[in-house]
């Protein structure tokens, strides 16, 4: 199998492929739809087959020994710098490549009944599977710079995707916000990749040469800063670097603002790549280079703050909501900063754990919102909806194991992973932490429940549209999902342990023996999560008749500005508006057309003013006072060169 | 050293006074009886008419370039011909590629129709 | 009679000899047998000449020699560039070949303008006397006034042309004034013999003795010459307006090829004459390559003219390339030699695309005409999203392993403070490329726009982005040139 490892990417691949160069010219509008949808799952799903053919190979080796790794070819070759273009397949890679194509494989069936005569689904489907390959490179790569290239990858089609319906302008404005963020993200990963390559001569992950065996060598260095010997510790500043790189991606503060725009895209691509794959990527990235986090206490507890803070400020965010889609966008924002203090506290383990339930049930619930929107034609507004139980009882069934699941009530999938977060923090005796955690999970209970009474209880409060229950396409895939979200947890049972022991060939973790503290918690948090979603259900569907469109929600009245702030999620993208946005962006770059280029003003600011003046061009044209400018700017350089030479030499 | 320099500095001063001696002098000297075509700017010839700035055909820019690269040629070709004797005829060779050259630019020329003056 | 010949290997200026003279041949070729109208055949012809130029440089591969008194070298660094130089000037001759008619500028001296253009890049990377790098610079530099030119009718290029050419003469004053000045301390023009001089001095340097602070300054004025062809801030004030009033493919030709032939000959001197007082300059180049880079992406933000902004953009890649120059080390010169390359492809690439939209008689190269494209021309507008991403830096495109190195090369050589901002500019450059995506596919056509799509110029598309992706995956096939280039140097 391990040598047969590059079919698992080749494959999406190649679907990508046949549906650019092959289905795209089909001009039967009706079977293009058809070849493409079934090219794309069958990709996806041949894939999946692979995977876990590999997974069941991997499984039957020898615990230490437990990992194929596979050379394509050399990718860049320097004599001192080599990167090949390899392949790994370890317990850690294995459970991601199991979610993403498994969970991959069920959104694309799913996608078939939603984009039905989409009329762009042939692209549609080339850049799900473009996605697929890109993801399958990030979590299969054996060094980081390749990682590095499935990370801009996924992004690319995620930006892509996002403006799939580019004619809503919101869609190609939330794409163009998610790269450019995410750009941010990714020079830190640029900058650690420097740094790590500067100091080991290597980026690859596997073997005894590898950065991560050896990242003990520079415990204890210092970052040297010509006046500052003792400045930052070289583990800390590459910690932080890549901090920055996973705050990117998976949504983390203060770099979270993109995720909610994100649900401009069609549902699927929010559930696949905004729920349940990509954004995730970080929190594989912090597993994947532990060793160099856990040698640094301080970008510890940075990841770990990080991460808490980003829990609570999603969880209060997703509270004000109206649209369903950013209740649960704000949602998972809230429980990526779960993953992220789980990995910030060490525990690994625990943090893939909650990935990959999260990846399920959450994949669930974004497919299922996706139901409601479709058999509502369109409508996100959960102040047009309710009572659509009647209409559509399927997806309301689904959508409420999802929700129990994860509002992490026992015994779904949430309960298990969200509960042994807890634990650890309870464990470390972090009590602050734990506190901002328990009341974020009690956040999450409370919004579903306010989510499930506002979608599917009472009346229909909009009767412009009549909802229906959508195609067995699409529910199939969702009553796979639920099975998963109601059993996921069995994964990492206490006692068993079954993935941290699975996982620990990778990150060296045991799993925590089962005591009577842990029991407690876990009861006290299930009552609460039960308390919680149960205070939520009700208060909104006995407030049912004070919901109306356009109108404040109920809690407003105690709330008041407060709410407001969850509502704007605690302001932190008109921050960025009115600080860098507006300043930066709006005045210099018009401040250097003016100065430093009077003819190429963009119309930015004097769009009207520029018609006029293009009259006077051809007069202005040949009269060329420029010059004299150009080389008075000229002179001042040579005057600056040459004075600096002679003062300094 | 030192005693040299005022005599530089005579000499300056000698060389800023003496073009004005000459001018005051003919103005002391000088009878001035002026009449009307005495002061007119030219005692013969024409009045100026018109601007100064004239436009010249772009033709005699033409034959001005052509008329330096050959005069320039000239500069290579005399210290070529006197040291001849020693230099050989492998000189010879790279003078006649560069005598090549600039026949194949008068070509150019001769052809695009540079030359003729219309 | 004496017949000796001089002690002189032709060998080492034969691909100089091949491009020269089949650019003169071509000349009076073009005047006596091909008739107006029907230009295409020198271009076909040019290129057949740039077929020679480079066979020419297959017998001397491997070689490693100079001659002419040390003023003319040929080594794999020289070949390497002549490759990416022919590369370059093929591209450009292939792109104009239905360009120049359609905008009804077709003259046949274009083709051996650039061809004589490409004569002196080749020059540039061959010489190792400063007289005749400034023989080379003066050659492009005459050459590119007339081909910024050479869309005469049209006012943008000809004022394009007279601005070029008085700065340009500007420029060369400092170049001399340098020459001389360091002529004045070392008492000669030759790389290698400034090095000698430099050691020397260094050797036998008390305390008495000031330092070359003439040649020091000599050596500043070059550079400032340099920095003008490269367009390093603050030299690069004509850029934007020459750029954009110049026929595009020759924009295309000069934002690649002069860099890249500039910059070649500014590696030979500082590696070749002054790596013994890289105190001095490498943190003045340092600084302009900062500049540089801000500069040149910050400003393109403001733009929604393509064609300037790809003017902008090509100030900022200026920057990166220096990067590798700075760096002073082998993997420096590895990634510039990598950097010109992928960024030719890609630069030309982008540029045939817009000749491809380009309408007669229009000089707007707005954004709107790329609105839409994703529809009506999809390979086309995924060949120009390839060729953005790959000027952004986005893997797994040749631009990207490009800056990666060039990063990496900068890093080890201790200059942090200036990967950082290599990346942060880059990060903010994504922005401006983005546009233009975003415009092909996420927008309704605005206006018709028929792409003057031939069989010629699709295929010089498909190769560069086909190219392009290779490189991104397969550096390998040109890094071994380079690092033997680098061998070449010494370095």
Redesign the interface.
């Known amino acids: 199998m391990a040598n047969v490892l590059w079919l698992i990417p080749l494959l999406p691949l190649l679907g990508f492929l046949l549906n650019v160069l092959v289905v795209w010219r089909d001009s039967d509008a009706a079977r293009r739809e058809r070849n493409a949808g079934y090219i794309a799952c069958g990709a996806v799903g041949l894939a999946f087959v692979l995977a876990f053919i590999a997974f069941i190979e991997l499984a039957m080796l020898p615990h230490e020994e437990q990992h194929m790794h596979v050379v394509l070819w050399e990718w860049i070759n320097t004599g001192s710098f080599s990167v090949p273009i390899g392949l790994l397949f370890d317990p850690l890679s294995s459970v991601m490549v199991l979610l993403v194509t498994g969970v991959g494989t069920l959104i694309h069936v799913y996608s078939i009944g939603y984009m039905h005569n989409d009329e762009r689904v042939v692209r549609y489907f080339a850049y799900l599977n473009l996605f697929i390959v890109m993801m399958l490179m990030l979590v299969m790569a054996d060094n980081l710079l390749l990682l590095f290239l499935g990370w801009e990858g996924v992004g690319l089609c995620s930006f892509l995707l996002i403006g799939h319906w580019f004619e809503r302008k919101t869609a190609s404005d939330a794409a163009v916000k998610a790269f450019v963020v995410n750009r941010i993200g990714d020079a830190g990963m640029l900058l650690a990749m420097m740094t790590i390559f500067a100091h080991f001569g290597t980026l690859s992950f596997v073997g005894e040469e590898s950065f991560l065996e050896r990242a003990r060598e520079i415990a204890g260095q210092y970052v040297t800063i010509p006046g500052q010997p003792t400045w930052i510790l070289l583990t800390t500043g590459i910690s932080l670097l890549l901090l920055v790189g996973v705050t990117g991606k998976s949504a983390q503060l203060p770099l979270f603002v993109w995720l909610p725009d994100a649900m401009a895209g069609p549902t699927p691509v929010s559930a696949l790549i905004h729920a349940a794959t990509m954004v995730t990527a970080g929190v594989y990235l912090m597993a994947r280079t532990h060793s160099i986090f856990t040698l640094s206490p301080t970008a510890q507890s940075v990841v770990t703050f990080v991460g808490v803070a980003t829990a609570l400020i999603g969880g209060t965010a997703a509270i004000a909501q109206w649209d369903i889609k950013r209740v649960l966008a704000y949602s998972t924002v809230s429980q990526l900063g779960y993953m992220v203090a789980a990995a910030g506290m060490g525990a690994y383990a625990v943090a893939i754990f909650h990935l990959l339930t999260h990846g399920i049930f959450k994949a669930l619930l974004f497919l299922a919102s996706g139901s409601v929107i479709h058999g509502a034609h369109d409508v996100q507004d959960m102040r047009r909806m309710g009572g659509l139980r009647k209409a559509m009882p399927t997806t309301f069934r689904v959508y409420a194991i999802g929700a129990i699941a994860l509002a992490g009530i026992f015994p779904l999938a949430g309960f298990w992973s969200k509960d042994e977060i807890l634990a650890t923090a309870w464990g470390k005796g972090q009590i602050g932490i734990f506190a901002i955690l328990f009341i974020t999970s009690m956040l999450t209970a409370f919004y579903m429940g306010r989510q499930i009474a506002l979608v599917f209880f009472g009346e229909q409060r909009d009767s412009s549209y009549h909802a229906h229950e959508s195609g067995p396409m699409m529910t199939w895939p969702l009553w796979i999902l639920a099975v998963g979200a109601v059993i996921g947890g069995a994964m990492n049972l206490p006692v068993l342990h079954t993935l941290t022991h699975w996982l620990e060939p990778v990150l060296e973790e045991e799993g925590k023996a089962f005591d009577l503290t842990t029991l407690i918690l876990a009861l006290v948090a299930t009552g609460a999560a039960v308390g919680s979603a149960y205070g939520g259900l009700r208060y909104y569907m006995h407030n049912a008749h004070r919901i109306k469109p356009n109108r404040q929600d109920p809690l407003y009245r105690y709330f008041g500005d407060i709410w407001n702030m969850f509502e704007e999620a605690w302001y932190v993208d008109q921050t960025y508006e009115r600080y860098t946005v507006v300043p930066w962006y709006r005045s210099l770059a018009g401040f250097l057309g003016e100065i430093f280029d009077p003819q190429g003003i963009d119309g930015m600011v004097h769009g009207v003013a520029r018609l006029v003046q293009g009259a006077a061009a051809g007069v202005r044209l040949v009269q060329n006072g420029y010059v004299r400018t150009y080389a008075l700017v000229f002179l001042t350089g040579v005057i600056a060169i040459i004075g600096y030479l002679v003062i300094a030499w | 050293m030192l005693i040299n320099y005022p005599f530089i500095a005579v000499f300056f001063i000698a060389s800023v006074i003496f073009p004005f001696i000459p001018l005051i002098m003919g103005y002391l000297v000088a009878p001035k009886r002026p009449t009307e075509g005495k002061k007119s700017t030219y005692e013969c010839g024409l009045e100026a008419i018109g601007d100064i700035w004239v436009q010249f055909r772009v033709q005699y820019y033409l034959y001005a370039i052509a008329f330096v690269v050959f005069d320039v040629e000239v500069v290579f070709l005399y210290p070529w011909a006197v040291s001849f004797g020693q230099i050989g005829v492998f000189a010879l060779i790279a003078m006649s590629i560069f005598l090549l050259i600039l026949v194949a630019s008068l070509i150019y020329d001769w052809r695009k129709g540079a030359l003729e003056w219309i | ?6 002690d002189i290997n032709m060998l080492v200026i034969l691909p100089l000899i091949v491009i020269f003279g089949s650019a ?1 041949a071509l ?2 070729i073009d ?2 047998f091909i008739p107006a109208g029907n230009k295409k055949i020198t271009g076909y012809l040019a290129l057949a000449g740039l077929l020679f130029t480079g066979l020419a440089g297959v017998p001397l591969w491997g070689m490693e020699e100079s001659s002419f008194s040390g003023m003319v070298v040929v080594d794999t660094f020289a070949l390497t560039l002549n490759v990416i130089f022919i590369i370059i000037a093929a591209i450009t001759i292939i792109i104009s070949l239905d360009y120049l008619p359609r905008q009804g500028i077709e003259q046949g001296e274009f083709y051996p303008l650039i061809l004589f253009a490409t004569g002196s890049f080749v020059l540039l990377a061959q010489s190792t006397n400063l007289i005749l790098i400034f023989l080379g610079i003066e050659l492009l530099s005459i050459t590119l006034y007339v081909l910024t030119g050479f869309a005469y009718p049209r ?2 290029s000809e ?1 394009a042309a ?2 070029y050419l ?2 340009g003469a ?2 060369a004053g ?1 170049f001399v004034y340098g020459i001389a000045l360091i002529y004045g301390e070392t008492m000669t023009v030759d790389l290698n013999q400034i090095r000698l001089y430099l050691t020397e001095l260094e050797s036998s340097s008390t305390a008495a003795v000031p ?1 070359p ?1 003439l040649l ?2 000599g050596g ?2 070059v ?2 010459a340099f ?2 062809k490269i367009a390093l ?3 690069h ?2 850029t ?2 020459v750029y ?1 009033g110049a026929p595009t493919p020759v924009t295309a030709f000069m934002s690649v090829g002069t860099k890249g032939a500039a910059l070649a000959a500014l590696i030979r001197i500082v590696t070749i004459a002054l790596p013994t007082v890289q105190d ?1 300059w490498v ?2 180049l340092a600084v302009l390559a900062a500049a540089t880079m801000i ?1 040149g992406n ?2 393109a ?5 393509v064609k ?1 902004m790809l003017a902008y953009s090509s100030v900022g890649h200026a920057g990166y390339i220096v990067l590798g120059v700075v760096a002073m080390s082998a ?1 420096g010169i ?1 990634a510039f030699l990598f950097y010109l390359l992928a960024y030719s492809l890609t630069n030309l690439g982008a540029f045939a695309v817009i000749i491809v939209l380009e309408q007669r008689g229009e000089s707007a190269w707005s954004l709107d005409d790329f609105s839409g494209l994703g529809q009506r021309q ?1 390979m086309l507008a995924v060949a120009m999203a390839l060729f953005m ?1 790959s000027l952004a830096g ?3 495109t040749a631009g ?2 490009g800056k ?1 190195f060039v ?2 090369a900068a ?2 050589s201790g200059l942090g403070w200036l ?2 901002i290599g ?2 500019t ?2 903010i450059a ?2 401006f490329y ?2 233009i995506i ?1 415009r092909m ?4 056509p605005v206006r018709d726009v028929q792409p003057a799509l031939h069989r010629s110029i699709t295929w010089t598309i498909a190769v560069a982005a086909g190219a392009v992706l290779l490189f991104g ?4 096939l040109f ?1 071994d040139l380079a ?1 033997r280039s680098v061998i070449a140097l010494g370095g």
């Open positions: 009679m004496n017949i000796a010949f001089p003169l000349l009076l005047l006596f006012l943008s004022e007279m601005k008085l700065l500007f420029a400092f330092g602070t020091l300054i500043a004025l550079l400032i920095s003008f801030v603050p030299f004030m004509w934007p307006d954009e001095a943190p003045v500069v910050v400003g933000v403001a733009q929604t003219n300037r993997h590895e999809p991403l986005v893997p797994p990207y392993l990666f990063f990496a890093w080890e990967v950082l990346v942060i880059s990060a994504i922005f983005l546009r975003v596919f996420m927008h309704e995956f397969m550096p390998n890094i690092q």
